[in-house]
């Protein structure tokens, strides 16, 4: 594999995550618990599709094939996709929600901090602008998660079980492979297990101010990096992408 | 109504701004829910830097300046408790 | 007009000034010198009740309009076209919480305003509860539907009572890419493929008359109207609006080589107007019975929204009162 190489399929993962993860966000419009809370659900979620713009963006640029941004999330299949299998979860209840959102930011913003000193300019530029924002949300989302897991007896027991499904989904975070390698021999991006600490470190707030337990198991669904999806990826694409394959070529 | 969402007035100074200026309400459980929400709502297009909220019901008013038949010294907050409808006129200061 | 559906003023004709109290003459001399009356000033029974129900169910059209809008977010056919449709349901969460705050001012909680609109005491404008069948229908829905709330919104700036005709300009403020989007929309369809240019007709065909009927009927022979517009919370006339609307509208249909599904249509030279057929009105007192094609799922997806949070938020609420008693405590 050679790094631009290795640097697609890494570019391919971010732009995924956020577009995939910013996609089920949106679901919420309309829906949310509160009005305040379906204004600060869709901001995440707008902020997520600008973060996939620029991943995707310059994941098209690395490649050198012509292909746009748009492209790559609208005409690729399944088995195309590098998302993480956690923000492909199902949105649940709101808890589910803010607990994936938590989950993810606590990551994100870890990795964003490190790409933020990456050997490529691109990447450093884009994940400057991706902090700023990503800050925001972890603040967010463990504000919310904090308040409902030390609530009521129900959003505590909510807050729990949203953590129990969404336990076996983190890990994924934290296994690299080759082109993780590469990148990591280049100055590019870091390896992804030396991110694992730093995050426990965030989430074990969830123990200490809320008295959630964190599940002990350390088993990780994968496959997500690599195009192993589960079966909600194939439901999100087709209402996603319905419209750029039933009527191919057209401008909108 | 039980359990309601207590009322915030948002407060934001914008970049190049001298003074905090009040840009309207919401509802959040406490203040610094209150202050997030302050920045997804009346931030939108980033209109803001410094975010002051406070509770309505902590905000102290001047009554209205006419006198006359149209001044009602009921009470002296700005945004009225739900349970407003039937201060008579004549009761005075409370 | 759109937002008052099913208000009641006070149910009387407009009082003469001989007929008022001192007090209500003294207040209809504010309203005819363009003071503006604010929350915390003597005001009729009735003009706080209209109002209530007026900006009330002004926000409930906008958090019940973000449904069949917001129902496209997901099946966008590009990031582009996601983050514009998305940014403006979300302006129109917005919008609802500035009037529900503007609201709030009359002595009435959001709670309360949404628990009616729950139990069908309170209405929304009657274009929400048409479907949105395909993604032209974004399109038309910002070329008409949000072109008609504008037409009304515009002159609501100017309405007598200062928390609403500001909350009014805040909204204007943000409103105006929204038109704009879905005009942008039907140019790029009426443009495009044969299947796109069907798909903009389709979108035309169905949403012209609803767009319509957002006016209201003719107010003609309503007393509330005219006591609305003599406490000027109502500035336009429902007719006169339609007709601005009309007016406005179908040349922006003839430059994108779309048909108004009205044969009689057509520009009148001696009124300067163009004439058009009225939209069957009896199809609009269905849909605001609740027969409309969407009503049922309108409502019934607000309802599920406020059940299935009340957990959240009670959570939080709990959560708030024990940080009270913490700090209380030290």
């Known amino acids: 594999m050679t790094v631009d190489q290795a640097l697609f399929q890494f570019l391919l993962r971010l732009g995924d995550n956020t577009l995939i993860l910013g996609h089920r966000v949106s679901e919420w419009c309309g829906h949310g618990p509160v009005l305040e809370e379906d204004i600060a659900l869709a901001n995440t979620a707008l902020d997520l599709i600008g973060q996939t713009q620029l991943w995707l963006g310059l994941a098209a640029e690395v490649e050198g094939k012509g292909r746009s941004a748009d492209n790559l999330a609208y005409l690729r299949d399944a088995w195309e996709f590098r998302n993480l299998l956690l923000v492909e979860r199902p949105n649940g209840d709101f808890g589910q929600t803010l607990m994936r959102q938590f989950l993810f930011d606590a990551w994100s913003s870890l990795m964003l901090e490190k790409l933020c000193d990456s050997s490529d300019i691109r990447i450093a530029d884009i994940a400057r602008k991706a902090s700023k924002e990503v800050t925001y949300h972890l603040e967010r989302s463990s504000d919310l998660v904090v308040r409902l897991a030390d609530g009521t007896a129900e959003s505590h027991a909510k807050m729990q079980a949203a953590l129990d499904d969404l336990w076996p989904y983190t890990g994924e975070m934290f296994i690299g492979d080759d082109a993780d390698d590469i990148l990591v021999a280049n100055g590019i991006a870091p390896n992804p297990a030396d991110l694992r600490a730093a995050w426990l470190t965030i989430v074990q707030r969830l123990e200490t101010e809320s008295t959630l337990t964190l599940p002990e198991s350390d088993f990780a669904h994968q496959g997500g990096k690599s195009g192993r999806h589960s079966e909600h990826l194939g439901y999100i694409l087709t209402e996603m992408q319905w419209l750029q394959r039933a009527y191919p070529g057209a401008t909108w | 109504m039980t359990n309601e969402m207590p009322l915030w007035e ?68 700005v945004y009225r408790h739900p349970t407003f409808f039937d201060i008579p006129d004549d009761v005075g200061a409370m | 007009m759109m937002y008052a559906q099913m208000v009641k003023s006070t149910g009387n004709a407009v009082k003469s000034p001989t007929e008022m109290t001192e007090q209500e003459r003294a207040f209809q001399a504010r309203i005819d010198a363009g003071e503006k009356i604010e929350p915390k000033e003597w005001m009729p029974d009735g003009y706080r009740k209209t109002l209530i129900r007026q900006i009330g169910q002004h926000a409930h059209s906008e958090i019940v309009g973000q449904l069949p809008e917001g129902n496209w977010i997901t099946r966008a056919p590009t990031l582009e076209r996601k983050a514009i449709l998305l940014a403006k349901v979300q302006d129109e969460a917005g919008h609802g919480l500035y009037l529900y705050c503007a609201a709030e001012t009359l002595g009435v909680s959001r709670d309360e305003l949404l628990t009616a609109l729950h139990e069908g005491r309170m209405k929304y404008s009657s274009i929400f509860n048409y479907p949105t069948l395909t993604w032209a229908d974004i399109g038309a829905v910002g070329w008409l539907v949000d072109g008609a709330a504008i037409m009304n919104q515009v002159p609501l700036q100017r309405c007598s009572y200062g928390p609403y005709s500001r909350a009014m300009v805040r909204i204007c403020k943000e409103e105006s890419f929204h038109q704009r989007q879905g005009y942008d929309i039907m140019m790029k369809m009426a443009n495009g493929s044969d299947a796109q240019r069907a798909m903009a007709q389709d979108a035309l065909n169905r949403f012209w008359y609803p767009s319509l009927m957002m006016f209201g009927p003719s107010d003609a022979e309503s007393v509330h109207s005219a006591q609305s517009m003599a406490w000027k919370i109502k500035i336009d006339t429902n007719d006169g609006l339609r007709q601005k609307f009309v007016d406005q509208t179908v040349p922006q ?78």
């Not at chain 3, 080589?257 to 057509?266: A, F, M, R």
């Not at chain 3, 520009?267 to 069957?280: L, Q, R």
Request: glycine share 8%.
């Open chain 2, 10 to 77: 948002v407060f934001i100074r914008g970049q190049h701004g001298l003074n905090h200026r009040h840009v309207g309400s919401l509802h959040a459980a406490d203040a610094e829910l209150a202050l997030l929400h302050a920045r997804d709502v009346y931030t939108r297009r980033n209109e803001g830097v410094s975010i002051w909220v406070v509770p309505s019901a902590s905000i102290t008013a001047s009554a209205p300046s006419d006198k006359g038949p149209l001044f009602e010294p009921s009470n002296d907050k």
């Open chain 3, 253 to 330: 249909a003839e430059y994108l080589g779309l048909t108004i599904p009205d044969e009689n249509v057509k520009y009148n030279e001696e009124t300067g107007h163009y004439d058009y057929s009225d939209p069957d009105w009896s199809e609009f007192f269905d849909v605001l019975r609740g027969n409309g094609p969407c009503n049922k799922e309108r409502l019934g997806a607000r309802v599920k929204a406020w059940e299935n949070g009340a957990w959240v938020r009670d959570g939080l609420m709990a959560n708030a009162a024990k940080r009270s008693a913490k700090v209380a405590a030290e």
